[in-house]
């Protein structure tokens, strides 16, 4: 995406606040994974649940009398063919999909299997439990034990004579950890690297330098009596995603570490010193500052438009579907 | 608005998580605003905050050279005439605006009245800091202080020969609680009285059948070991506001005291018995739940529609605008 000199409007220029996509981060970050994958020889699954930006269908497919898919869809299947169906598996974070030790996973796998309306892919695991680790190796606990589990129902649905071409594991922080064991599978699906944001960096998925998207907001008032800044970012710019998980707040002010968001009242942020005395002088009014979300899936979703930049030009617009 | 018999959709038919507005609760809660003020001898100011359905533009405009105001306005002024601007008063909230005891208040007032750009139109406070009562009392004690400190700024501002129209205070707090004092104001302008919902009941706002909107949401799945259902809305339908706040999570199911929404994930919710065990056979997946959000200002900013409702037929839809 090359961007066009002279046409394009610079970040200084847009009304805030406003979602800002790094495009050269997205495609570092986009690299990154599928290099991460062909070296594993693994295929990487893209998710657009962090971005929208590809609008899904949802269709209520049958598999036999009493059991019913739902499916996300891009596009509708060519004539002759049929949905292609995953087994949804949760192997300890407890969401949704059937537990890796309970028979009702083969039991399934061999009804959508038999079924008329559906091709049975194979399994998928979306292992969030990776998101209550405190560091990297927790990260890597989760990783194996959650392929392992994985590993054994799948030797119980093959047991069956059921063949199952895809093994696939997702959740930014395990696929950021990648590890051997994974090569043992067919394909990962994490959903946030495209983005990254605070919450994957202190979960050590990426470094702050990767973060692709931030919100612009502007200094909009000084209360010296409270040593704050206002700026023009509250929850619904924001959101209130990861309050009092950082000495900065819910968030990172990129380049200025002393910053914190204190809290927020609709559409309005209030700025304290993270230590010591703030000079409000240094932060005039109508001045940019740069918010990294602590999860950009979230404050994602709060915009109509991505402005997509390259450097300080905005060199085109996103618009993400909203709806689900 | 009259239900269109025989074309309307059926809320049964809606995809979910969709927000709904129940019409005659909308406009009951309106009227009932209207009858007040009119019994006070105020105007009632009508916002959008919450439901947003009008586009406002900002402006900036400068009040002489160091000053500047943010107007927003739905149309601009007729020619010839000036924007009408408000002093903004912070009398306890510490939010944005003069402090009241502050003389930058009547020097800013007689900035405006002087300038050619604007007309003072009088002074605008946002009582706030009601919203932290945890009974009716403290929330007619912030009403008095905060009617008593605005009426001392305004004698200030009038001791320097300015005339100051309008004397308004808002939040839906203060003034669902109306009080004697309130006859020295010339307009309120609460914001959330239109929808409410279950943070307003708690303070007393209002009841639960006084709230006009709610989120439909259908059952995906039964987990019996862990006595769970699972909803499809999550944080990206809800928000995660006033978590912790109720017995039953961050929101009421309606017409079911005995649902609690124990944590959610971007488009999952995960429900829970309040007390005792749930029956899940009373919850057969698809059936429909509706939950009263607990701040419907942020939960209505998650939807590009509102599906207006009277009873179980659609009778229209608003699409809100997006963007501050």
Redesign the interface.
């Known amino acids: 995406m090359a961007s066009q000199e002279g046409s394009a409007r610079r970040v200084a220029e847009l009304?805030?606040?406003a979602f800002l996509v790094d495009f050269n981060k997205v495609s570092t970050n986009c690299a990154k994974a599928l290099a991460q994958c062909t070296e594993l020889g693994v295929t990487l699954r893209a998710q657009t649940?962090t971005h929208k930006t590809m609008r899904l269908e949802?269709f209520h497919v049958m598999v036999d009398s009493r059991v019913a898919v739902?499916v996300l869809v891009a596009n509708t299947p060519p004539p002759g063919k049929t949905w292609s169906a995953y087994l949804a598996v949760n192997c300890g974070y407890?969401?949704?999909g059937v537990?890796w030790e309970s028979s009702e996973g083969e039991e399934l796998a061999c009804l959508m299997d038999k079924s008329p309306s559906v091709t049975f892919a194979g399994v998928y695991v979306h292992c969030?439990n990776s998101y209550s680790a405190s560091q990297p190796r927790d990260v890597e606990r989760v990783r194996e034990e959650t392929i392992e589990r994985l590993l054994h129902l799948v030797g119980r649905i093959k047991a069956r004579g059921v063949a199952c071409p895809v093994l696939g594991i997702g959740s930014t922080p395990t696929c950021s950890h990648p590890g051997p064991s994974m090569r043992q599978l067919t394909e990962l699906h994490p959903g946030n690297y495209i983005f990254y944001d605070a919450q994957q960096m202190v979960l050590g998925s990426c470094k702050e330098a990767d973060i692709a998207c931030c919100v612009a907001t502007r200094v909009?008032?000084h209360y010296p009596?409270?040593n704050q800044l206002?700026i023009?970012c509250g929850?619904?710019?924001l959101?209130?995603?990861g309050t009092g998980q950082l000495p900065s707040g819910c968030c990172i002010f990129r380049d200025q570490p002393n910053l914190k968001l204190d809290k927020m009242?609709?559409?309005?942020g209030?700025v304290n010193a993270v230590k010591g005395h703030l000079n409000l002088d240094d932060f005039p009014i109508g001045c940019m500052l740069f918010i990294l979300p602590w999860h950009s899936?979230?404050t994602a979703?709060?915009?109509?438009v991505y402005h997509v930049v390259e450097d300080d030009a905005v060199v085109a617009e996103w618009r993400p579907t909203?709806?689900?």
């Open positions: 009304d805030t606040p649940k949802k739902d407890n969401r949704e537990w969030g909009i008032g009596d409270r206002l023009d929850f619904s710019g959101t209130k995603q009242t609709q559409e309005v209030f899936c979230a979703a709060m915009y109509p909203r709806g689900w």
